[in-house]
């Protein structure tokens, strides 16, 4: 596989690094000339100097044959244009982006680019996981592929509680894929009884979080 | 009609104010507060300091009632995801990008932007005037 990543920062050194240890072809692209003889130290040719939002940078790192182009840049107008040159100028069908800013990914959403990597969610749904704040926390969302995995606690003397799975309708579109009961998971089977103080892990299309919440978590 | 103008540079801030002598209404943003004295002293339209990725910004600024968007400020890539923002999401009818880099203005052009491109303008007006020199000049020769 060749992999393009636009943007020789921590994040796209050490996905380089990772996927050349893997036996993958990789091209880092540094815009930024101190970093980029870091880069160069470290990777020698595989390090490439210029702005990666600039068509004929991306065209000399060899994006046209790309197989996956990961945009991990500082910038999210950055990684969204590069993601959007390299899709639709270059034809290359995966795109990996990194969102900085939270607040940017409805433009990254909007724009079509997509999947997206964004540090601050991630740590802040971990986080929701440890120490959850609601009984609904969002786990991981498959944009592309218009789902999310959430966990959901199930609260005592909801419909859920002293329920087996197969006995529960579940609204369409969601489907229970593990219990989690004192820090161990298990993969759901239909004779699973569910009990107060279980987290069960979901996955559904988007806007099925209060037909959701209505099963597990209200009394 | 009701447009807003971001980026208050030299370009911006003069399409905003050419755009209110000609009886518009007006609203410009700029990340940079000082950029207000460019429109000078008696600019009718709204201010608005902010990074204008942020939709609050733009809707601060009337986005969703304006009749067209300029994007001007000084990155090509900021330029390119407002305007895109402008027309996919508030409908914009209206959009112009200004966009330095030749290659990402035709790529832009082509998915139905309209891109003005100062570098593209002053490639031509120079190659222009030096084939007007040439050809004149063979002429005397």
Known sequence: MYAVIV?????????????????HEVSIVEARPSRFATLETEFEHIARYGDGTEIFVLEAAGMARADVCIAVTGDDEDNIIIGQVARDHFGVENVVARVNDPRNQ?????LGVAPTVCATESILSLIEHEVPQHSLVHLFSLRRENLDIMEIGVVEESRADGATLGDLSMPRGTLVISVLRNRVGRVAAPDTVLV??????VIAEPGQESALMEIFASE | MFVVVVGCGRVGAQVARGLVEDGHDVNVIDQNA????????????EFIQGVALETTVLEAAGIERADAFVAATNGDNTNLVIAQIARDRYQVQCVIVRVLDPARARFYEERGLVTVCPTRTAIDRMSEALRAFATADGEDA
């Open chain 1, 7 to 23: 943007g020789g920062g921590k994040v796209g050194a050490n996905v380089g690094r990772a996927l050349l240890r893997m036996g």
């Open chain 1, 106 to 110: 409805e433009h990254f959403d909007l």
């Open chain 1, 196 to 201: 107060a103080g279980d987290q069960v892990v």
């Open chain 2, 34 to 45: 000082e950029a207000l004295q460019r429109l000078g002293g008696d600019f009718p339209g």
